[in-house]
């Protein structure tokens, strides 16, 4: 039987006209589950932080209460580190998924091809998904990258260069490296199996044709690969968005603000000081930016997903 | 004879029946710090088990992570815990919103005047006990004896920080990675700014004024930070800004310090071989001071308290009783060695010959807790208690903000005028956001 | 040499400096834990020491370890089990029916998770305090699913759209009733898909580490809080920390490299034969 590659779009009408609507109404009933608890799930703690976000409520001095009208929005509007805050995530974001998708697939391309021990040598190359994240983070920042008793500098030393102070010197871009190593896995995983659904014959039939390796790359493979990044870039981002654990455990966000994103800020700003009208105030408007994000994502790369 | 068969039968069916119900015990959740002492509580507590048929359920987690579980549960008044760990920062403004139990009447075999004062007075609020401590540190300036023998210097009882950069600058030579002055510059209220707080104030400074006005762009800050930025630059080690109290010990212990200025509660393991490769070559003296002495060795102490949800109070009790009184301190001696006997608390452990014969240093840091006046931090008069913080709820969001500062300017992003300007500014946000002067 | 055979070497050894590049702050981390604390942070690093067992020991001690991996395991499965269960009628809907609003329901779902949980925290505190969920595991049970439930669905989402429509259609015209068509033609067809969602699932869960924290006590305290408690006290730790760490990841990670044939296999974007 022949197999169909993806990129051929199946015709919509799956059904005739005639059942269509009968098939419709049967959906409900399944989608509704989903949808009632997932509605339920961000209702009630959406209404909650927004109830919140209008009050004077922080947790250590229950003297301070009383309705705050949008001052808690305000105070956190006109702090200049938002800004920063939320160039450091999009900077984060991006370049995270850079360093994922564009590895990933070169090293998917690599798994790929048939070589010795090729089983266990993908085994180890998935291996740092499945680390906890803070300590993932502790490891990179005190086995590796530290300048005097990490392995980093370690190297840098025995080569004669002073060995860098990562985190106080690039305490962003050292992240962004501790963040794409956790998730290449992620991205190499998706990826090679996508790869690997790719017709055999095509490829035959493109290197009778001439085509070399390069071009093998740009003309074949890549286009193939379009719907497997879409789904790793969408998926990432959801995630990379709200990055806190390797900032908690390595920079704590500094020095200064360099390696705060804005999941972080929320933390110092609100949770820190248990000022709870802050902290929900600053959720809010996490999600309408992150809600943003999503449109402005999904509208680009949507025909990519659902065809 | 029968009647008196049957009551003797049935007093004693009676007493068996309550002794079994006594005896069923308690089971209570307690919450603390993964630091070695309480480790060693953890250990020891089976006795306190056995003695009195209840049992602990333990919860150890890292300082960061226990603040805010516990104060989320005790805030909500969640009822998850029946004792927690906390500092002597959280003791004032907790047992100011009664959320603790006052802890006055654990009897006089427990010796409350045996209690160091500062220490009992840190935490307490309005003259009641909220919390017993279960040790109590100050800090103090080590340094190595034998790097100083070898340069000539002797080390005074009570150093100033300009005579400190002077030993800095001859002690350091950094092709051999040997830095004179390994300070805390990792940020966080508890981190860099537990040793920068100290040193704001022996150079005259202090956090706010009598008004609650932040301070920050007074000229004893800019000195003292200016100092801080330019001796750590030139003889500490690189990536000083991520370094906090743990990895300035290891680079003490592993022989790469000339001087390290921090917690009491670290000498018992830079004397312990065991631990550091120092041992044998460590001296200690007191704390750093500059135009005054007041506030220059902080004050930290990790307490025992119970929060005023719990349902199992005598329970609790009877065991922060037994985990901070003078027979606990004689057991862990006997049991993990006297060096590790919890210090800074009690007067009878510095009284006790076999501390001081195991602990060379006690009498160090006997001196620098009693000294640390937690009511007197500064030069001058301040609205707040507190020496290396401030005890309103406030101050761990903006002690982190000004430490993240000061650490950027550190690693040279900003200069200090800038850094301090732009502490000040968000300090002042904070506090007209809290609602100060109030 | 075959040019065959030495594309191959060059091959093998990219492969595996890449691999190994990958792996190795794990495998120093692994190879941490066998050291003394003081070993630990030497300068320059030990390569070469004589390993010992002090840190397993201790942390065995310290913290019962199998009542955290049981927790891990419950919590992770039950809310990977419930998530699939919601998901997979509704992803079916959507791939099979798909209406005007299907992309934006997928949307919305995502959109559920730009929340970030701190600032969430004390209204589910409340919540759960009220409801008496705090420190169980059907709480974070819940908790889990409801965070996965958008990722699910997409994922099963995109696997349902692979299976070629020909197959239900021909299981549609003997007569098929769409229950059976899901449970002996979709199923099966997409177990792999089902499997590797599953995986991601049950990873997201064990390693999650902030509703963990602050909404266990210790009777459902999984193992993200066994390591909270071996990170950063005061003094050396790190040979204990990478021992803990080490115990703790091992579950996972010998459950994800037995389970990554059949995710290699089955996460086929396209040819099913």
């Not at chain 2, 401590?133 to 004896?145: D, I």
Request: charged share 15%; proline share 6%; with cysteine.
């Amino acid at each position: 039987m022949a197999s169909t590659t993806t990129t051929v779009p199946v015709p919509g009408a799956s059904a005739p006209a005639g059942r269509r609507s009968q098939r419709n109404v049967r959906t409900l009933p399944l989608i509704a589950p989903s949808v009632i608890i997932l509605f339920l799930w961000m209702i009630v703690p959406l209404v909650m932080t927004l109830w919140f976000s209008f009050q004077y409520y922080n947790l250590l001095d229950p003297s301070v209460g009383g309705f705050a009208g949008f001052e808690n929005y305000t105070f956190l509007l006109t702090d200049p580190s938002l800004w920063t805050a939320m160039a450091n995530t999009l900077f984060l974001v991006f370049w995270v998924l850079v360093i994922t998708v564009g590895l990933g697939t070169l090293l998917a391309v690599l798994f790929d091809q048939e070589f010795y021990g090729r089983g266990i040598a993908r085994l180890l190359a998935i291996a740092p998904f499945f680390v906890m994240p803070t300590v993932s983070a502790l490891i990179w920042k005190n086995m590796l990258m530290h300048p005097v008793n990490g392995l980093f500098a370690f190297f840098a030393r025995s080569l004669g260069f002073p060995a860098i102070d990562f985190f106080g010197s690039f305490p962003l871009t050292s992240v962004i490296i501790i963040v794409a190593w956790q998730w290449l896995p992620f991205a190499l995983l998706i990826l090679l199996t996508a790869i690997q659904s790719l017709d055999s014959e095509q490829k035959e039939a493109a290197r009778m044709d001439g085509a070399g390796p390069i071009s093998m790359f740009f003309f074949i493979i890549l286009p193939h690969l379009g719907r497997a990044i879409s789904v790793v870039i969408m998926i990432e981002t959801i995630f990379l968005l709200s990055v806190f654990a390797e900032i908690y455990v390595t920079t704590s966000g500094g020095p200064g603000l360099a390696s705060t994103n804005l999941a972080f800020l929320i933390y110092l700003r609100a949770l820190r000081e248990y000022d709870v009208g802050g902290a929900s105030a600053a959720g809010v408007i996490a999600v309408i930016l992150a809600n943003i994000v999503a449109i402005f994502l999904v509208r680009s790369i949507a025909k990519n997903i659902a065809d | 004879m029968q009647l008196r068969q049957l009551t003797l039968w049935s007093a004693a069916g009676w007493i068996a029946g309550t002794g079994l119900a006594l005896a069923q015990g308690q089971t209570l959740t307690i919450a603390t710090v993964n630091n070695a002492d309480m480790i060693i509580m953890q250990r020891l507590s089976p006795k306190w088990e056995q003695a009195t048929g209840n049992k602990l359920n333990w919860v150890v987690l890292e300082e960061n992570v226990l603040r805010q579980r516990a104060t989320t549960d005790i805030a909500t008044k969640g009822g998850q815990f029946d004792i927690i760990t906390i500092g002597s920062y959280e003791a004032p403004i907790w047992g100011k919103q009664n959320w603790l139990v006052t802890l006055d009447d654990l009897g006089a075999d427990y010796d409350y005047a045996d209690i160091i004062p500062s220490v009992k007075n840190g935490l307490s609020y309005n003259g009641k006990l909220y919390a017993v401590p279960f040790y109590a540190e100050s800090s103090f300036t080590f340094y190595r004896k034998d790097l100083f023998d070898q340069a000539g210097i002797k080390m005074p009882a009570k150093p100033t920080y300009d005579q400190i950069a002077e030993y800095a600058a001859k002690l350091t030579d950094k092709s051999k990675e040997q830095y004179g002055f390994c300070q805390r510059g990792k940020p966080g209220w508890g981190e860099n700014m537990a040793f920068i707080g100290p040193m704001v104030n022996a150079f005259g400074g202090r956090w706010f004024n009598e008004k609650w006005e932040p301070q920050l762009t007074t000229e004893p800050w800019k000195n003292a930070i200016n100092y801080y930025v330019k001796n750590i630059r030139e003889y500490g080690p690189p990536g000083a800004t991520a370094n906090g109290h743990n990895e300035n010990r290891a680079l003490f212990a592993t022989g790469h310090c000339a001087m390290w200025v921090d917690a009491t509660s670290a000498a018992g393991y830079i004397y312990n071989p065991k631990e550091s490769q120092v041992a044998d070559k460590t001296a200690f003296t007191a704390a750093p001071v500059q135009v005054t002495s007041n506030g220059s060795g902080w004050f930290w102490a990790w307490s025992l308290g119970i929060p005023a949800s719990s349902k199992k109070v005598d329970a609790a009790k009877s065991f922060v009783k037994w985990a901070t009184s003078k027979d606990y301190v004689t057991l862990v001696g006997n049991e993990a060695g006297w060096v590790a006997a919890p210090p800074g608390t009690r007067k009878s452990t510095y009284d006790n010959p076999e501390y001081q014969k195991a602990a060379p240093f006690a009498k160090v840091v006997y001196d620098a807790v009693v000294n640390a006046d937690l009511t007197k931090p500064t030069k001058d008069p301040v609205p707040y208690i507190g020496i290396q913080y401030v005890a309103i709820p406030e101050f761990q969001g903006i002690g982190t903000a000004v430490g993240q500062q000061i650490a950027a300017a550190l690693a040279g992003q900003t200069t200090v005028e800038q850094a301090l300007e732009t502490a000040q500014r968000s300090t002042e946000r904070t506090m007209k956001q809290a609602g100060y002067p109030k | 040499m075959h040019p065959k055979t030495r594309k191959k070497l060059i091959l093998t050894l990219v492969g595996w400096l890449a691999a190994g590049l990958i792996f190795f702050p794990i495998f120093w981390m692994m190879l941490t834990s066998f050291k003394t604390e003081v070993e630990a942070v030497a300068t320059p690093p030990k390569l070469f020491f004589s390993p010992t067992l002090e840190n397993y020991v201790t942390v065995r001690e310290r913290a019962d370890y199998i009542h955290f991996a049981i927790n891990s395991i419950v919590i992770s499965v039950g809310a990977t089990l419930l998530a699939t269960l919601i998901a997979v009628p509704a992803a079916y809907a959507m791939a099979f029916f798909p209406g005007k609003r299907t992309k934006d329901l997928l949307l919305w779902m995502l959109s559920t998770k730009m929340m970030p949980a701190v600032g969430v925290l004390i209204p589910i505190y409340l919540l759960f305090r009220d409801t008496g969920a705090i420190d169980t595991r059907w709480g974070l049970i819940v908790v889990y699913t409801l965070m996965n439930l958008p990722i699910v669905v997409w994922m099963l989402y995109t696997f349902f759209k692979e299976v070629p429509k020909d197959i239900l259609e021909a299981g549609r015209m003997d007569g098929a009733k769409p229950k059976q068509e899901v449970w002996m033609l979709l199923l099966p067809l997409s177990l792999p898909g089902i499997a590797s969602t599953a995986l991601l699932s049950i990873i997201l869960c064990w390693n999650e580490a902030f509703w963990s924290l602050n909404l266990t006590t210790s009777e459902a305290a999984p193992l993200t809080t066994f390591i909270a408690s071996f990170s950063a006290p005061e003094g050396l730790f790190w040979a204990k920390l990478s021992a803990a760490s080490t115990i703790a990841i091992a579950p996972i990670l010998v459950f994800g490299w037995m389970s990554q044939r059949q995710l290699v296999r089955g996460l086929t974007f396209g040819a099913v034969k």
